[in-house]
């Protein structure tokens, strides 16, 4: 091409190149565009942009041409919409280069997550902005993507319970906001009596299933904000924020009830747990000293012949004494 016009492979020029089809350009792009003025409207739109709202019932009072982008964020009362709404009134007035965002999206099957860009919109290189071009990408995929494998690295695959690195995270974020606050929490360590002998009579299968159902029984006993953990084996940790003394050992006197109750085998009786109990910060202050502890009485409980035991200082563990 030469001064506008077209130039064949011959050096022959052929007239006028034909002006670049900009609509046709946005109309390509899969991301959903849209070209909002200084006052923040809605200017323009792509095809994408167009698809996602009718796919998703959008009034085009809210979504189409002539709607007030600004204002609709700001009515959504979401925080990621407030701040899209503040870049766009940025980036017009000259103060912001750019802005890059997560951003949610209602819709009939839940919300969609768009990753959302907002440039300038001059008439020329170094030109005062008179508008902006916000372009949504969506990566709602990504982000359940990213979930799932965030609930496989913390789930026990065989219960459904948190795992230990779970427990590794949350335990320490429970005695901070317990000590923050001034409050109890509670760490109980159970193991399941007998589960041994059930696993090597009637095979891992029906082991598996025992501790399926054991897991159910237990969150269903505590409360919701509670955290049911499997450390390994028939051995599950419970934690208790704001839970002192007395509400701990209800607690876990329930647990052993419902296990009775719940937990049976053809002729063989139930599988019971036997529970230590150790609270913040009477009984220790690091997360390490709460699980020792809480270990130290559940090995007193099971010598006694199962049931529940709050820690005291008489007690150890094999490998010495407990240090809160």
């Known amino acids: 091409m030469r001064g506008g016009e077209r130039v064949t492979a011959g050096g022959e020029t052929t007239g006028p190149a034909p002006r670049p089809d900009y609509r046709a350009v946005l109309d390509a792009l899969s991301a959903q565009v849209a070209v909002v003025d200084g006052a923040g409207r809605i200017q323009a739109v792509n095809r994408a942009w167009l698809a996602f709202g009718t796919?998703?019932?959008?009034?085009?009072?809210?979504?189409?041409?002539?709607?007030?982008?600004?204002?609709?964020?700001?009515?959504?009362?979401?925080?990621?919409?407030?701040?899209?709404?503040?870049?766009?009134?940025?980036?017009?007035?000259?103060?912001?280069?750019?802005?890059?965002?997560?951003?949610?999206?209602?819709?009939?099957?839940?919300?969609?997550?768009?990753?959302?860009?907002?440039?300038?919109?001059?008439?020329?290189?170094?030109?005062?902005?008179?508008?902006?071009?916000?372009?949504?990408?969506?990566?709602?995929?990504?982000?359940?993507?990213?979930?799932?494998?965030?609930?496989?690295?913390?789930?026990?695959?065989?219960?459904?319970?948190?795992?230990?690195?779970?427990?590794?995270?949350?335990?320490?974020?429970?005695?901070?906001?317990?000590?923050?606050?001034?409050?109890?929490?509670?760490?109980?360590?159970?193991?399941?009596?007998?589960?041994?002998?059930?696993?090597?009579?009637?095979?891992?299968?029906?082991?598996?299933?025992?501790?399926?159902?054991?897991?159910?029984?237990?969150?269903?006993?505590?409360?919701?904000?509670?955290?049911?953990?499997?450390?390994?084996?028939?051995?599950?940790?419970?934690?208790?924020?704001?839970?002192?003394p007395a509400q701990a050992l209800d607690v876990a006197g329930r647990l052993v009830r419902a296990c009775r109750q719940e937990l049976t085998l053809a002729g063989e009786g139930a599988i019971v747990p036997s529970v230590g109990v150790a609270i913040f910060p009477e009984h220790g202050t690091a997360p390490g000293s709460l699980l020792r502890a809480a270990d130290a009485a559940l090995y007193a409980a099971k010598r006694q012949g199962g049931g529940c035991r709050l820690w005291s200082a008489d007690l150890t563990l094999p490998g010495g004494p407990v240090e809160p």
């Open 55 to 244: 796919a998703n019932g959008a009034d085009p009072a809210v979504s189409g041409v002539g709607a007030d982008y600004v204002a609709v964020a700001r009515r959504s009362g979401a925080p990621e919409a407030w701040a899209v709404a503040d870049a766009i009134e940025a980036v017009v007035a000259g103060t912001l280069a750019g802005y890059s965002g997560r951003y949610p999206c209602p819709g009939p099957r839940g919300p969609r997550w768009f990753t959302v860009h907002v440039s300038p919109l001059r008439a020329g290189p170094g030109d005062v902005p008179t508008g902006a071009v916000v372009e949504h990408v969506e990566v709602t995929r990504q982000r359940r993507t990213r979930a799932a494998l965030l609930t496989m690295a913390y789930r026990d695959p065989l219960t459904g319970a948190s795992n230990r690195r779970r427990l590794d995270s949350a335990l320490p974020r429970m005695l901070e906001r317990a000590a923050r606050n001034g409050q109890p929490a509670t760490v109980l360590a159970l193991d399941f009596d007998r589960f041994k002998e059930v696993n090597d009579r009637f095979g891992h299968e029906v082991g598996d299933r025992a501790l399926r159902a054991a897991a159910q029984v237990l969150r269903r006993v505590v409360r919701a904000r509670d955290r049911v953990v499997r450390t390994g084996g028939d051995e599950f940790v419970v934690l208790c924020p704001a839970v002192g």
